[in-house]
């Protein structure tokens, strides 16, 4: 830019540097301007100059040249000389605008969903929708997926319950073979234990468990634990219960792969005199009642709508309708200072558990003068686990349950119990639990819908004695996200819950702990193909 001054200086002329472009030509007044005056002009003039070019290119590549008027320019100018250029929140303040009138009415039916994520911006990118279009799109795609996870979701909860209640193959085939093998073998026929030995089922210097299960395997896990972790096995005797079709093949497995130096006696259901129509009339009416066996065994799927639908609830409530809380077999705890008259104490196990330390120090705990020595399950680090009271399994719409019991008084846990059989027999446990049983049946299983857990909270209420819970740590069938440290510490740990660790939905990583105790070396598991991986 250059500055050229007329030979009178009564005019100034500023012109681009290549001299082709007068930019500014100003005439100056000799009798009015003074050179003080002229020289400063000069200097502001020389200083913004630059600065509207500048401007006045940048202006000019946008294309503000085609605007006719002054408020056109002012309008582009403007925003920019403020720093305000990001038209964004507008946009997305319009967008919400949008997304809120779509919301409130329904989709039109002409518009084809996408059936993916990249089908949904291949549209986008060919077809140039609107934003009212594109947000209807957007409501019905999220709508369908949400819908397309929830039935997945809920076919899932149902191929659970199907897969936890059945038999596998290869169980199945296990209990097959030994049966079978009990028919032809002498040696699995042989009698459990010896006649040398059977002083010993009623001598109270032994540690007696109790296990009663219609699983060989599970029942094999529980025992070896059991002797494989204790540090006076010699000591031990496991009383086994079993159901009459199983009675064979449970007696086989323990004849041929005697636990030694533990001592195992197995018995069938039908084998106690004591289990009579007489002493057990509300089992029997449990397992034989028209309404009671369709409530377990029917239709769980009948008139349930997965989109209306709690689907933790409904899983509950799948858990709950296993057929196995109907069977003898699992109220038979009960019972047991009838069935075995002559034991003073005993620990008593469910077949999904796992014994990983020394159990001696049960049988010198003081339970205080109490019947039942339990873990309590209302508080804990595991909040998903420790986290039951009575409000958990009853119903308390339900009057008489309201009247009764409270909501908030902490619930315990079957599965590893320490029972006091003297101090059992001074009490009317057994009759409490047949009247509420009887009351829930009347009640069309209203009052509660959990097996045999409900019913035992209420008979035992002012007899138990808690535990230590380092002795009994639940939840392995339920929860995944069980604390491995707090697993490997636990004496027993549990599987309670659908995910059984002999099934294929068990959790993979908790799955070593239980199968260690599997002898995958015996030709039985071998040949029904129970295979470690």
């Known amino acids: 830019m250059q500055l050229h001054f007329s030979p009178s200086m009564r005019s100034i002329t500023i012109s681009s540097n290549n001299g082709f472009i007068d930019l500014m030509k100003i005439k100056v007044a000799a009798c009015h301007i003074s050179y003080r005056t002229l020289f400063h002009t000069i200097l502001i003039l020389a200083f913004l100059l630059p600065f509207v070019f500048i401007l006045t290119a940048l202006v000019t590549l946008e294309g503000v040249n085609k605007c006719s008027s002054f408020d056109c320019f002012g309008r582009r100018l403007g925003p920019r000389l403020l720093g305000r250029v990001d038209d964004s929140g507008r946009l997305v303040r319009d967008f919400y605008k949008i997304l809120n009138e779509v919301n409130t009415g329904g989709i039109p039916a002409d518009i084809k969903l996408p059936d993916s994520f990249d089908q949904l911006v291949s549209d986008m990118k060919n077809n140039q929708y609107d934003a009212r279009t594109f947000a209807f799109i957007l409501r019905g795609t999220m709508e369908k997926f949400e819908k397309e996870i929830r039935d997945s979701k809920f076919a899932d909860l149902m191929n659970k319950h199907f897969v936890s ?25 042989k009698q459990l234990p010896p006649p040398e030995l059977l002083p010993v089922l009623s001598d109270n210097s032994y540690q007696h468990f109790l296990l009663s299960t219609d699983n060989i395997l599970a029942a094999s896990v529980v025992v070896a634990s059991a002797v494989q972790s204790s540090q006076k096995p010699e000591k031990i005797v496991f009383h086994v219960i079993t159901d009459k079709k199983t009675y064979a093949g449970m007696h086989s497995w323990f004849a041929l792969n005697p636990a030694s130096p533990a001592i ?7 084998q106690f005199d004591w ?13 034989n009642q028209n309404g009671i066996r369709n409530y377990y065994h029917g239709n769980h799927v009948s008139g349930a709508n997965p989109a209306d639908t709690d689907l933790r609830k409904f899983a509950s409530k799948l858990q709950a309708r296993s057929p196995k809380y109907i069977s003898l077999l699992n109220h038979i705890r009960i019972y047991i200072p009838e069935l075995y008259p002559n034991l003073d104490k005993v620990v008593f196990l469910d077949d999904d558990v796992v014994v990983q330390r020394d159990l001696s120090p049960l049988w010198e705990i003081d339970l205080n003068g109490k019947v039942n020595g339990a873990v309590e399950t209302c ?23 309201s009247a009764h019991l409270d909501p908030n008084e902490c619930a315990w846990a079957y599965g590893m119990n320490v029972f006091d059989l003297r101090a059992w027999r001074t009490t009317n446990i057994r009759e409490t639990y047949h009247s509420w049983l ?4 009347k009640s069309n299983l209203t009052m509660w819908k959990l097996g045999t857990l409900p019913p035992a909270l209420i008979a035992f209420r002012g007899h138990v004695h808690p535990i230590d819970p380092s002795w009994h740590m639940l939840g392995l069938g339920y929860q995944n996200k069980t604390n491995i440290e707090s697993l490997k510490n636990a004496a027993v740990i549990h599987y309670n819950g659908q995910s059984k660790p002999w099934l294929d939905i068990g959790f993979e990583h908790l799955r070593p702990f239980w199968r260690k105790y599997v002898n995958y070396s015996n030709d039985f598991v071998r040949n029904c193909h129970i295979l470690e991986s």
């Open 438 to 441: 009887r009351e829930n049946l």
């Open 264 to 270: 195992v006696e197995v018995k069938g259901v039908h």
């Open 275 to 287: 289990l009579t129509r007489e002493n057990v009339p509300v089992l029997e009416a449990v397992e």
């Open 379 to 401: 508080r804990g680090e595991d909040k998903w686990v420790m986290s039951k009271h009575f409000r958990n399994y009853f119903n308390f719409s339900h009057p008489l349950i």
């Open 165 to 189: 209640s059945s038999i596998p193959k290869g169980i199945h085939c296990l209990s097959l073979r030994l049966t079978d093998e009990y028919s032809s073998n002498a040696h699995a026929r």
